[in-house]
């Protein structure tokens, strides 16, 4: 497909098209699904060349797939990348990103309010390898720039980040990073790169669940990281690979289907989560509302600068703390009580119990993670329908209290 092209045309189109094209033999339109697992080669010494790297190609299923391949241009390519990874999960993505910037005696700062999931394999497994991490807040710039240490190799970001949806300026932090000859690692979940593109704006690798809205679906787990060709081949062959964390053809098809929606998908899901999100701002039974888009996110312009859209995720606390928000997720009628985000369903959860229940008490007070709070992830349901459904959760909640 003719690169000048590809290049002039908008987002929604590169989703529909980068990469992917009629299939030469049968001009099938839609992607073909390879599930190989071996491969053969004309010669020895062809064999020898694809497993060397001299010649590119793929001989084994745990290091590449063809499907999967497609997948990972296309979002490199989206992201501005040189080359991708494409893993089983956000977790293979992000604890492979890690290991391949961190070893032994090296040290990573990271954003606060970080996903659970992250929070535990750095204070678990990287612990026992002896990867040390400090946890601050990246919005304070002298303090990061006061907590890097001799050995800190990384600085890991989530922006806006789970669940408080703080914004951080990643081109200020990666220009830090940098002059202390550290990497910058961003999880870019919650964006896409519709939204927001780190690697333009300094980042040295990013990272996504493509479970979220990459897929946009509900039914794959998935990761990806996007950077430099040399890092991303190293981290398959001698992280990834080593580790059996291939992704499988089915779920990179499923992935392909979904990301040619995304661009839609993503509007909705930021439109809605606006007026939601102004909704509950007004709402008198709610103490304190965290969106991007609203004028009282104390990193809103910053978000305006950076970010294309707001994104589709809301936080908020309600008045009476734990007991309101649990009557309240409990009262609801459309929204669905889910761990994930990001699909076509609203999805809500209490992230003090649910997704950051790894992180002990203590600290997630320190990043801001009540026992009230409780993220949305606004789907793609009619608008006036999820404010109906918040709207009655609301008095139910707020019921008991009268009482």
């Known amino acids: 497909m003719n690169g000048q092209r590809m290049n ?5 189109t590169r989703l529909i098209h980068d990469a992917q094209s009629p299939d030469v033999r049968t001009g099938a339109v ?58 089983s999960s956000g977790m293979a993505a992000i604890s492979t990103a890690l290991l391949f910037v961190l070893q032994q005696g090296d040290h990573v700062l990271v954003t606060k309010d970080v996903y659970g999931g992250t929070y535990s394999f750095l204070t678990n497994l990287a612990a026992r390898l002896g990867i040390e991490a400090d946890f601050v807040d990246c919005s304070d710039y002298a303090l990061v720039e006061r907590s890097f240490k001799p050995n ?43 939204l927001q593109r780190p690697l333009e704006l300094g980042a040295d690798l990013v990272v996504h669940s493509a479970t979220k809205y990459l897929n946009g679906h509900g039914d794959v787990i998935a990761g990806i990281i996007i950077g430099g060709r040399p890092e991303i081949q190293y981290m398959r062959k001698k992280i990834a690979g080593d580790l059996g964390q291939n992704l499988n053809a089915w779920e990179a098809f499923l992935i392909l289907r979904g990301m040619k929606t995304m661009g839609l998908r993503l509007a909705r899901h930021c439109s809605s989560a606006q007026t939601v999100a102004e909704y509950l701002e007004a709402h008198p039974a ?6 991007p ?11 305006l600068s950076q970010m294309k859209g707001m994104g589709g995720i809301v936080s908020f606390e309600l008045k009476g703390g734990f007991t309101a928000g649990k009557a309240f997720i409990n009262s609801l009628k459309l929204a669905l009580i889910s761990f994930s985000l990001g699909d076509p369903e609203t999805l809500v ?16 007070q320190k990043c801001g993670i009540t026992d009230g709070l409780i993220r949305l992830s606004v789907g793609l349901e009619e608008t006036q329908d999820i404010i109906g459904d918040l709207q009655q959760a609301l008095q139910a909640a707020a019921a008991p209290a009268q009482a």
């Open 8 to 12: 002039k045309w908008g987002m929604d």
């Open 30 to 87: 839609s992607q073909p699904v390879v599930p190989a697992v071996a491969y053969a080669f004309p010669s020895a010494e062809a064999a020898a060349d694809v497993v060397s790297g001299a010649q590119e190609g793929i001989y084994y299923g745990r290091y590449g797939n063809p499907t999967v391949r497609t997948l990972e241009e296309k979002v490199a390519g989206l992201e501005g990348g040189q080359e991708a990874l494409a893993l």
């Open 152 to 194: 800190t190799k990384a600085l890991y970001l989530e922006t806006p980040s789970n669940p408080c949806l703080t914004v951080l300026d990643i081109s200020r932090l990666s220009a830090i990073a940098k002059s202390r000859n550290a990497a910058t690692i961003v999880d870019n979940t919650f964006m896409s790169p519709c």
């Open 286 to 291: 709610v103490e304190r509302v965290h969106y």
């Open 293 to 303: 888009g609203l004028t009282s996110h104390p990193q809103h312009k910053l978000a």
């Open 349 to 364: 959860q209490h992230p003090a119990s649910m997704t950051h229940s790894a992180i002990p008490p203590a600290e997630r």
